[in-house]
């Protein structure tokens, strides 16, 4: 099979004022003659490893299942610093919402051979990762067309975001929760139930039209449930 390739590299952004890592993933056919669609995730790092996105996307790309993808990763530094970017009420979070849509946008758009479209961008992440991708849809949705959520964490500044969300037609969800998911533990040491507030965040995105695909899947808040449900989600996001 032909592999793609991954390019580590650093912006710098202003919003956050520090150095911030990408994996950019490109196809193994890759070509500057060709338009290509975005896939950014955060916890960027986990989609490399733990989700082994790379060989996903090479086997669809291969079988000519998908269209043409660029996978953009963005890393987290640490637990204290993926919190404060991705929590709703972490104070670098509004500036982490201006560095995906103002800067790593237009310096993905400059860099290489992209639509340029809401469409053609598309954010992915799982817990904390799928919360803050669903955020910066909900405040940019002219910037991104498709959200994937590999159970978010749900909290009321979440729902609060949804419920007063005008534009439901702005961009597709992918929603994923597992029935096991009653008891997740937290970084702090706690415990909290994410499935409940998953199937009311489900309930108000259908009631308010949101075009959304939404499951639940039988286990729990694992990368082992995660990585299996990504070829799905990537074929029914960009099947061909």
Do not use: C
């Not at 590299?9 to 669609?37: A, R």
């Not at 500044?157 to 597709?172: G, I, P, Q």
């Amino acid at each position: 099979m032909n592999r793609g390739s991954v390019q580590d590299l650093t912006i710098y952004s202003k919003e956050l004022q520090e150095e911030m890592q990408l994996l950019v993933y490109l196809p193994s056919n890759f070509s500057p003659l060709y338009k290509y669609t975005l896939i950014i995730a955060s916890d960027g790092k986990d989609y490399f490893q733990l989700g082994r996105l790379p060989r996903i996307a090479d086997e669809l790309l291969e079988n000519n299942e998908i269209e043409n993808i660029i996978f953009v990763g963005v890393p987290y530094k640490n637990v204290k610093d993926r919190s404060s970017k991705y929590e709703p009420t972490g104070e670098k979070h509004g500036a982490y919402l201006r560095f995906l849509a103002h800067e790593l946008v237009p310096y993905l758009d400059e860099h290489y051979p992209t639509y340029q479209v809401g469409m053609g961008r598309a954010l992915i992440g799982d817990s904390l990762a799928a919360t803050v991708s669903l955020s910066a849809a909900l405040k940019y949705p002219n910037i991104f067309g498709r959200v994937i959520l590999q159970s978010p964490k749900v909290s009321g500044e979440l729902m609060a975001a949804v419920d007063s969300f005008n534009s439901a037609n702005s961009f597709t969800v992918y929603h994923v929760i597992g029935t096991g998911e009653t008891a997740v533990k937290l970084t702090s040491g706690d415990t909290a139930d994410f499935l409940e507030p998953n199937r009311e965040l489900n309930n108000l995105m259908k009631n308010k039209g949101f075009s959304i695909f939404y499951e639940e899947f039988d286990g729990d808040h694992t990368w082992k449930h995660w990585q299996p449900d990504l070829k799905r989600a990537l074929l029914q996001n960009f099947g061909l």
